[in-house]
């Protein structure tokens, strides 16, 4: 039998923590929002089982609990992503576009995603598009390749820090909401972005299980893929250059594809390069008191 169904990791981790702060403050918004949030019953019963699932692989570990505890973060903060599209009008009541779109105007005397109209084709718009829409796959490939790897002290730090990095993105949609240069801009484009084959497919696709979202400050497509970029160092070499370059397409990919304006992309990667500098005190100070390495 597998040693770690013996002895399962006990406690709770720093990234159950994590969670936990994020459960409440989200609680706390939609107890605010209340009487603008219709789902509201439905989302504190999400919250409920979602918690009673956790504390219970916590407290009563069984054959599931190493493999629960190790990958459950990742989708858990990603699916939370959907619940910002209905607390943040529920909660804010304005958006910023005009403020964002001002910033970038007042920095490069245009609007970047009108001038990149110049360099638009078939072509590179569905490169891009591609590109954009592998984002979620590309950000989660890292932590996967760490895990074949046993090499799981490094898996769940990095874990706890892509969720780290999802939420703090969530904090910025609702301290800076905007939906976007597409919506606000849109009577400026001389023409509509077209590619090959799939670019109306994914795009599509893409605002169905988005939502109606205010996710633009920070970009977190910029934030999660500096993420991945900075642990992809972690397996080798040759895959931090790869994701090197995949980092720069998505960064201009998110303004050419006009999903965001530039002073977000400039947000998301300073809020990156501050996790990676202090995500490591927060994840030491989190760990107290639990046993997060059991296979090491």
Not at 89 to 111: G, K, M, Q
Not at 200 to 218: K, N
Request: charged residues 15%; proline residues 6%.
């Amino acid at each position: 039998m597998d040693p770690l169904l013996k002895a399962p990791p006990r406690g709770f981790w720093a990234v159950d923590k994590l969670i936990f702060a994020y459960t409440a403050f989200a609680l706390a918004l939609i107890v605010i929002g209340w009487s603008r949030l219709p789902e509201g019953p439905w989302l504190l019963a999400v919250h409920a089982v979602a918690l009673a699932v956790i504390i219970s692989e916590v407290k009563f570990p069984n054959r599931t609990t190493w493999f629960f505890r190790n990958w459950y973060p990742l989708p858990y903060v990603a699916s939370c992503y959907k619940e910002m599209s209905l607390l943040v009008p529920a909660v804010r009541r304005t958006d910023l576009d005009r403020w964002l779109a001002n910033l970038d105007y007042s920095f490069w005397h245009a609007n970047p995603t009108v001038w990149l109209e110049r360099l638009q084709t078939p072509v590179f718009t569905e490169f891009l598009q591609v590109v954009y829409t592998l984002f979620v796959p590309a950000v989660l490939l890292i932590p996967f390749l760490l895990w074949r790897k046993s090499r799981y002290a490094e898996f769940q730090y990095l874990a706890f820090l892509i969720a780290l990095g999802f939420l703090a993105s969530y904090a910025g949609y609702l301290a800076v909401p905007a939906r976007g240069p597409r919506f606000l801009l849109r009577h400026l484009q001389h023409a509509p972005l077209e590619g090959l084959w799939l670019f109306h497919w994914m795009q599509g696709t893409l605002d169905r299980l988005e939502s109606a979202q205010h996710d633009c400050f920070p970009s977190g497509h910029t934030e999660l893929t500096i993420l991945a970029w900075w642990g992809s160092r972690m397996i080798s070499n040759r895959l931090f250059r790869a994701y090197f370059a995949y980092t720069l397409c998505i960064i201009f990919a998110t303004v050419y594809l006009r999903y965001h304006y530039t002073v977000d992309l400039l947000a998301g990667a300073v809020l990156a390069f501050l996790l990676i500098r202090f995500a490591p005190v927060l994840y030491r100070k989190l760990s107290k008191g639990s046993v997060p390495f059991g296979r090491n």
